[in-house]
């Protein structure tokens, strides 16, 4: 089954705590993105990645960091998590730039 | 970073009714995508457009690539009680990844 497997789904932490939410796909896609979710302000995208070892900033990568060693993973790493970075975030993963973007189910995130 | 304006913010119909929605954007973009998203999971692509002026349909939600490439709608036809959810419009502008979403559309459908 076509998957985008993000973890974890929920997690409570502690400002400055590092932390890293993984994101794993089945699909041999090239494209993955990070977004947030935010009440009154829909998914902004954080970083996304065209292909392994090739990453760029989206619109809000402050205070994210990401890498993609290999094809199917794409973590999310929060260096020094603060409490304006609690939010749902969301993976996602597409075979090409037109093609259908698959979205995991989502990981909620609370700074505290 | 680039706004989508969504609108409208959230709709209350009856069941049977017939339900439009648009977005709009100050920059021309290459892609239309509109989305639907049930609480607690992630968004679902409903219809993709890809060409000025197209106009795509698939069951009940028809949608259209407005013609100055800066807009797009959606309608959805003889709305039903699992219609609820929140749609989002997204664009793409070049031939990147970067992927705007607009804010959202809270649709809920009364039995």
């Known amino acids: 089954e076509a998957q985008v497997t993000q973890n974890p789904r929920y997690l409570i932490t502690v400002t400055g705590k590092k932390l890293t939410v993984t994101c794993s796909q089945n699909?041999?896609?090239?494209?993955m993105s990070w977004y947030r979710q935010d009440p009154g302000l829909g998914l902004r995208q954080i970083y996304y990645?065209?292909?392994?070892?090739?990453?760029d900033k989206g619109d809000v990568p402050e205070g994210y960091k990401v890498s993609r060693k290999e094809k199917r993973n794409f973590p999310l790493i929060l260096e020094s998590p603060s409490p304006n970075q609690t939010s749902l975030y969301f993976c996602?993963?597409?075979?090409?730039?037109?093609?259908?973007?698959?979205f995991g189910e989502g990981s909620w995130l609370t700074v505290v | 970073g680039q706004q989508l304006n969504q609108s409208p913010q959230s709709m209350f119909i009856q069941e049977g009714e017939d339900v439009s929605m648009n977005c709009t954007s100050s920059?021309?973009?290459?892609?239309w995508l509109w989305y639907k998203q049930d609480p607690g999971e992630g968004p679902v692509l409903l219809i993709a457009?890809?060409?000025?002026?197209e106009l795509t349909s698939n069951g009940r939600l028809t949608a259209q690539f407005g013609i100055t490439r800066k807009d797009s709608f959606l309608n959805i036809s003889a709305s039903i009680p699992s219609d609820v959810g929140i749609y989002f419009c997204?664009?793409?502008?070049?031939?990147?990844?970067?992927?705007?979403f607009g804010k959202g559309t809270l649709l809920t459908v009364n039995p």
């Open positions: 996602a993963s597409s075979s090409g730039v037109g093609n259908t973007i698959y």
């Open positions: 699909m041999n896609h090239e494209y």
């Open positions: 990645s065209m292909n392994v070892e090739v990453t």
């Open positions: 920059s021309i973009f290459n892609t």
């Open positions: 457009l890809y060409k000025a002026g």
């Open positions: 997204a664009g793409r502008e070049g031939s990147n990844y970067k992927l705007t």
